[in-house]
Structures are given as structure tokens and as C-alpha cells.
């Protein structure tokens, strides 16, 4: 493969990270590639530096931490189209309320929000609202919200290249499984993107959003035998909620 063809290749990558993971009007005419989850952190790095610019552009209207903060919740949910916040609810919703594998599988099938998901909904985004307030006081937004960004996106390619398919049909089967090379990729990126923005702050926010990481699959294996789409944005969820939380303690 020539030099141009690696290049070709990596910015067909690009192109489908975004285009799957973002609402950004990106020129794609191709499906998912499982090859592409090595962007996928890179996808979350210009989500979490389009919400730090959002947050920005609050605070020079002189608006406090806490609306910022919301602003940059809102943005980042606006860019995915709240995609990883309707795989957490799903996934809660899944995980806590069924009896049997199937009927898991079913309830996280059904468009509908019960109470469980809910309930996940407002307490992750309610964790994610408090750490970045403390980061926006101590003017450290732009950082942590790069650095999460890529952080929690590395969770799901890991998760969609080791799991099997829970459900065999959905946006994950779709997606197909990537190569172990694209996920060590996305995890090198990720740690890459987050020492820049972070410094010596990385090694807490990736233990945590592994820790969560882990747990979530552990759950899901038992539960319902795999991952599924919802299971990966429930992961982002949960990752970025935990890097945001240790980066409030160790950089603010």
C-alpha cells in the first residue's frame, strides 16, 4: 500500500468515525468500518474541544460555571444527537429490569424510558454537571473536556472488538467487530490525547474509565451474553462521567 492509499485510508476512517458518532455534516458513503474504531477517540477529543468552546464562549457572556456547564452538556449532547445518553438509559433500563436474557434484550429494544434509565440519566449527567462546575472555576474546562472526550470513547472499541454480539442485528452487529489492531490504536490515541491535555492527571482518569469500563462488561456478559450498541454508548457514559469526576479532584 502506497503512501496515498494509507492516507486515503485513514481519512475514510476519519470520515466514518464522525459520521457515526457525531451529527457533524461529514462527506461519507460508506457503512461503518470496523477498522475505524481507532478514530473513534478522535471523534471524542473534537466533540469534548467543540463543548470547551461552547463553555468559552458562556463564560465570556459572563454567564457562572454552573449554566457553562450545562452548555457544554447540552453541546456535546446536540453533536452526538444523544446517542450515548440513549444507550446508557437503554442499557439501564435492560440490565435492571428483566428477568431473562431475552426480555433484557427486548427492553433495551423498546424506544421507551422507564425508570431505571431515568434514573441513570440524571444521576450520570448530574456527576458529569458537578466535576465540570469545579473545572470551569478553575478555568481547566478545555483540557479535561478534550481529555475525556478521547478517554471515553477508547471504552467502546474495546468493548465492540472483544465482546460478542449480545443481540445480532443493531448498529454494533452492523458495525461489525474491529481488528485487535484498531483497538490498541484507539487506546494508545486516547492516553495520547489525554497526557497532552492533562499531563500526569491521565493515569487517574484512565484507571477510572477503565474501572468502569470493566464493570459495565462484566454486567453485560452476564446479563445479556455480549455488548450491543446501547452497551457502548452506555460505556462512554460512564467513562466520561468517571474521567471528568478524577480530573476535578486531581486538576482543579
Known amino acids: 500500500m502506497t503512501n496515498r492509499d494509507t492516507a486515503s485510508s485513514a481519512l475514510a476512517d476519519l470520515a466514518a468515525a464522525f459520521s457515526l458518532l457525531t451529527r457533524l455534516p461529514v462527506p461519507t458513503h460508506a457503512a461503518p468500518a470496523p477498522r475505524a474504531a481507532w478514530a473513534w477517540p478522535v471523534a471524542g477529543a473534537a466533540i469534548g474541544a467543540l463543548a470547551a468552546l461552547a463553555t468559552s464562549a458562556a463564560l465570556a457572556l459572563s454567564l457562572p460555571a454552573g449554566p457553562a456547564a450545562a452548555i457544554a452538556l447540552i453541546t456535546a449532547a446536540l453533536l452526538t444527537g444523544g446517542l450515548h445518553e440513549d444507550g446508557l438509559a437503554d442499557t439501564a433500563d435492560g440490565l435492571m429490569g428483566g428477568q431473562t436474557r431475552e426480555r433484557r434484550l427486548e ?146
Open 107 to 252: 427492553i433495551m429494544k423498546d424506544s421507551r424510558i422507564g425508570s431505571y434509565g431515568t434514573l441513570a440519566l440524571l444521576l450520570i449527567t448530574l456527576i458529569r454537571w458537578s466535576a465540570l462546575t469545579t473545572l470551569i472555576a478553575a478555568g481547566l474546562h478545555w483540557p479535561a473536556l478534550i481529555a475525556a472526550g478521547a478517554l471515553s470513547r477508547a471504552p467502546m472499541a474495546v468493548l465492540i472488538a472483544t465482546l460478542p454480539n449480545a443481540r445480532g442485528t443493531g448498529l454494533s452487529h452492523l458495525t461489525g467487530k474491529p481488528p485487535r489492531s484498531a483497538m490498541l490504536v484507539a487506546l494508545a490515541i486516547a492516553a495520547a490525547v489525554a497526557l497532552l491535555a492533562t499531563g500526569p492527571a491521565l493515569l487517574p482518569m484512565a484507571l477510572a474509565a477503565a474501572a468502569t469500563t470493566a464493570l459495565l462488561a462484566r454486567a453485560a456478559v452476564k446479563r445479556i451474553g455480549g455488548q450491543t450498541g446501547d452497551i457502548l454508548g452506555a460505556s462512554q457514559q460512564l467513562a466520561e462521567a468517571a474521567a471528568l469526576s478524577l480530573a476535578a479532584a486531581h486538576l482543579a
